[in-house]
């Protein structure tokens, strides 16, 4: 067994974190005065979103040192520390490995534009103008073309996300080199892998206008594994929107030597209309939801790995995008956090959802920071929709929605800062914070503690095989694990209405191992569910 077989990951967003010195934005010291926290939840490992010096078009997704830390974080100091203070918490350090593009103020690029015959002009990704134009109409994912012309030397750069974040030339063999000398620089200081930002899309072909999944895709990627993974004890895990079973299984296959695992996006998608864009919103369907989750657990079984998570600093916060988070907030959030902590893979938590945090709501663009949602604004603005119509999409998926402040306590700015933080803390801080979940053994808090304790203690959550039960029902998600003579039930009610289930061929009582409403006695073939009740029961 693999270290991150049994594991649960934590992601910080550092911005958001805990601020340690006033200046409202978070850093390391803050996050190492919470690694007593992180400890007392349980998980195995942190990934780090970016904390390498940045412009900060993109919040540090923009990466104009890969080693170096940006000062508003702290110190490379302070991160030798982070990974020595984790370490001693027997938690390790995934660090964010973004290198599908580069900020456009990182020295490659800064070189690459002073001329044609730059040693780094191959760095990036550079045509000729055809017809006075861009090469194509390729779009960038932050709005607008992927092309940006560059007056002094006549040429367009590529760039999939914003103009500052110019896209690498893999082909480019020194390149390469560099991005493996400096993963070596942090494997070598200690840290537990890495997460790759859009790492399905390094292998673009601009041409041909393939961007997603390119024919030398994983040619690069066993190359990078034999020259920084191989022989060390990390995990890496990819992030692939365009992931199907077929190539997570190329992706995440042991014995083809390139990934431990990736995210898949397929169920983070279905609340959206075919065919357009993530702002354009629809109901989700469960029946069709369940079947793509078990499609995915079923399919990677044998020769592959899933990663399982509802939330990240791109997507809103599961206990407001498919809970409820009026009514039923606490109740939502455990059930959700019941369905996927027992399921087969690696689950991830991300900031704030282990205590329910909630969307945040906006009335006016100005209180939006991330780039995505303003260049749509303005882009949908010219194409004539309505402020109110964009400013719903973006309450409902925009990714500040999950990067406002972590709610400590009860005090001014919720603990966070004691300055200005950089995003608006909510105003529910009051209610939901981590001193009041430490309070309150009811708390959401707990019921993630108690399923990472769970998946610890038992084979049959890591390996047993996973069965959909009741496909059919509209909002019931239930499922069995088994392993061995040992069988798992876990059933939730994913509304806020009560369902009546039957499940025939279920006889015995089995033991309620955890659950978000008192459960003391089951009667399977008429069960009531309450609204969004969840349970898993374990039958030896
Ligand atoms: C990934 C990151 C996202 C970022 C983008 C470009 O999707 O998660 O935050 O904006 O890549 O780096
Ligand atoms: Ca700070």
């Known amino acids: 067994m693999k270290w991150w077989q049994n594991a649960v990951i934590y992601q910080i967003y550092p911005r958001s974190f805990q601020d340690s010195n006033g200046d409202g934005i978070g850093d390391i010291p803050g996050i190492i005065s919470r690694l007593d926290y992180l400890q007392e939840l349980g998980i195995d490992a942190i990934w ?22 940006h000062p508003e974080f702290g110190t490379m100091d302070d991160m030798d520390r982070l990974i020595e203070e984790a370490k001693t918490r027997n938690i390790r350090i995934v660090m964010d490995l973004v290198v599908n593009h580069t900020s456009d103020e990182h020295k490659w690029f800064v070189e690459a534009k002073k001329g044609r015959e730059n040693p780094y002009r191959d760095y990036y990704i550079w045509r000729d103008p055809v017809d006075g134009q861009a090469p194509n109409d390729l779009g960038s994912t932050f709005s607008g073309s992927a092309w ?16 500052k974040q110019p896209d690498l030339n893999w082909e480019n063999e020194t390149m390469r080199q560099e991005v ?25 072909v601009p041409d041909h206008k393939i961007t997603a999944d390119g024919p030398k895709l994983h040619a690069y990627l066993k190359d990078m594994h034999e020259q920084t993974l191989k022989d060390r004890e990390v995990m890496t895990v990819g992030e692939t929107w365009s992931a199907t079973p077929e190539s997570a299984k190329l992706y995440s296959d042991p014995d083809r030597n390139e990934l431990s695992m990736v995210f898949q996006f397929e169920h983070m998608m279905m609340d959206e209309q075919p065919g357009k864009s993530k702002w354009d919103l629809k109901e989700l369907d469960v029946v069709d939801w369940k079947e793509v989750l078990t499609k995915w657990q079923v399919e990677l079984k044998e020769d592959g790995w899933n990663s399982l998570f509802w939330n990240n600093h791109d997507t809103p916060r599961v206990v407001s995008r498919w809970g409820n988070d009026k009514d039923y907030r606490v109740e939502s959030a455990k059930c959700f956090a019941i369905l996927l902590h027992l399921m087969r893979g690696t689950p991830y938590i991300y900031q704030g959802e282990e205590i329910g945090m909630t969307n945040r709501h906006v009335t006016s663009i100005d209180e939006v920071d991330d780039i995505e949602s303003r260049n749509m604004y303005a882009e949908r603005l010219a194409q004539g929709y309505s402020k109110a119509d964009i400013l719903k999409s973006i309450n409902v998926k925009g990714r500040d929605n999950a990067r406002t402040p972590i709610h400590w306590n009860q005090t001014d ?8 933080p950089w995003l608006k803390v909510q105003p529910n801080y009051k209610e939901i914070n981590v001193e009041q979940a430490l309070a309150d053994k009811d708390s959401v808090f707990y019921t993630y503690q108690k399923l990472i304790q769970i998946r610890k203690e038992n084979p049959a959550i890591v390996w047993g095989s996973f069965n959909l039960l009741l496909p059919e029902h509209p909002t019931v998600f239930a499922y069995e694990r088994l392993y061995k003579n040992e069988k798992w039930v876990v059933v939730t009610n994913l509304s806020a209405d009560s369902q009546i289930v039957s499940f025939e061929t279920i006889k015995d009582q ?19 569910l309450k609204p969004f009740e969840a349970m898993a029961v374990q039958f030896v």
């Open 48 to 69: 780090l979103s970016p904390v390498y010096e940045s412009p900060n078009d993109d919040n540090g997704y923009d990466i104009s040192n890969y080693q170096a830390i």
């Open 148 to 163: 940006t012309f560059d007056e002094a030397s006549g040429q367009y750069y590529m760039h999939l996300f914003s103009k």
């Open 180 to 204: 493996y000398d400096m993963m070596n620089f942090w494997l070598d200081k200690g840290v537990g892998g890495f997460r790759m930002d859009v790492i399905d899309l390094i292998a673009k």
């Open 413 to 420: 700015q919720a603990g966070f800062t004691e300055g200005t």
């Open 510 to 528: 089995g033991n309620v191992v955890v659950s978000n409403y008192d459960r003391s006695s089951l009667n399977w073939s008429d069960l009531t």
